[in-house]
């Protein structure tokens, strides 16, 4: 079973976006000027689905200094060593921090899904059997961090047998503290009034603690997001924390640069003609 770790308050906490191929356009160097530290791609989905935009959001946010994960989405309808083998692939072409595993779907059908008109729900254990065989596949193939991202509601209504054994793994859940409803603003107003009032998301049952949190839903557009809501996360823990889950060092601190007195006397100490130069003139 997880172990809590030292509470990090939230103003110290990595901040982090998750993008698809529903999000058309990220500008990854603005978020990184606003404070973000991660991203998380979506990579995949099922055992055929690969997201078409994979590549292009996670060399961008790599390039803007973002650490960097990808996620797979697990349909239970699909057999889970394919699952993993479509995740392996997709993700052939994309450095990777980090893993997760979306698990989401309760429906058996995509079209009834679509029409919003769901009546086939598939069964509780096939749901966590997928969740699990998928999950422990990516860890073990990949040697990478790993997540499950799920909401407690969800594991409570359609995926209970979860419970037997999601506690022994790290948690990126998803809960939304705001009213339904855009609203567009800038990072300052965003983290002067609308960061989450609840210190936590809901855990499921036996869950010690939890690694990550989705908490904005479709709620808040800012800059650097293309004019679309963006989903907005925390890590649990500072930046260097999250550098350290992934098995990186922090980064070095840049030495200090030197002042301009400072660089003309390192500048006539390293050139002793300058020296001569003048004493000859005088």
């Given at each position: 079973m997880a172990v809590p770790r030292p509470v990090t308050p939230p103003a110290e906490r990595a901040l982090g976006v998750d993008v698809s191929h529903w999000n058309d356009f990220v500008d990854f160097r603005a978020l990184s000027g606003a404070g973000a530290t991660f991203a998380v791609v979506k990579i995949s989905q099922g055992s055929q689905l690969?997201?078409?935009?994979?590549?292009?959001?996670?060399?961008?946010?790599?390039?803007?200094?973002?650490?960097?994960?990808?996620?797979?989405?697990?349909d239970p309808t699909h057999?889970?060593?394919?699952?993993?083998?479509?995740?392996?692939?997709?993700?052939?072409?994309?450095?990777?921090?980090?893993?997760?595993?979306?698990?989401?779907?309760?429906?058996?059908?995509?079209?009834?899904?679509?029409?919003?008109?769901?009546?086939?729900?598939?069964?509780?254990?096939?749901?966590?059997?997928?969740?699990?065989?998928?999950?422990?596949?990516?860890?073990?193939?990949?040697?990478?961090?790993?997540?499950?991202?799920?909401r407690t509601t969800f594991v409570q209504a359609y995926a209970a047998p979860m419970l037997d054994w999601l506690s022994g793994w790290d948690l990126w859940l998803a809960q939304y503290p705001y009213p339904r409803g855009k609203l567009s603003l800038d990072w300052q107003t965003l983290r002067r009034q609308h960061l989450p009032q609840m210190f936590a998301p809901a855990l499921p049952a036996g869950a010690a603690d939890w690694r990550m949190w989705q908490f904005s839903g479709d709620r808040f557009v800012l800059p650097g997001g293309g004019g679309q809501p963006l989903d907005l996360n925390w890590f649990n823990g500072s930046p260097n924390d999250l550098r350290a889950w992934c098995g990186l060092a922090a980064p070095a601190n840049p030495p200090p640069q030197p002042s301009l007195e400072e660089m003309v006397r390192r500048l006539w100490a390293a050139h002793p003609d300058l020296h001569l130069e003048k004493s000859r003139q005088c």
């Open positions: 690969r997201d078409g935009r994979r590549i292009q959001h996670a060399n961008a946010a790599r390039r803007a200094g973002l650490l960097t994960g990808g996620y797979h989405w697990c057999d889970p060593d394919r699952q993993v083998e479509n995740f392996l692939r997709a993700s052939e072409d994309v450095q990777l921090d980090f893993c997760a595993v979306d698990v989401e779907q309760y429906w058996l059908d995509w079209e009834e899904w679509a029409n919003h008109n769901i009546t086939r729900i598939l069964p509780p254990a096939q749901i966590s059997r997928c969740a699990r065989l998928v999950s422990e596949g990516i860890a073990r193939r990949t040697a990478k961090p790993t997540l499950i991202y799920t």
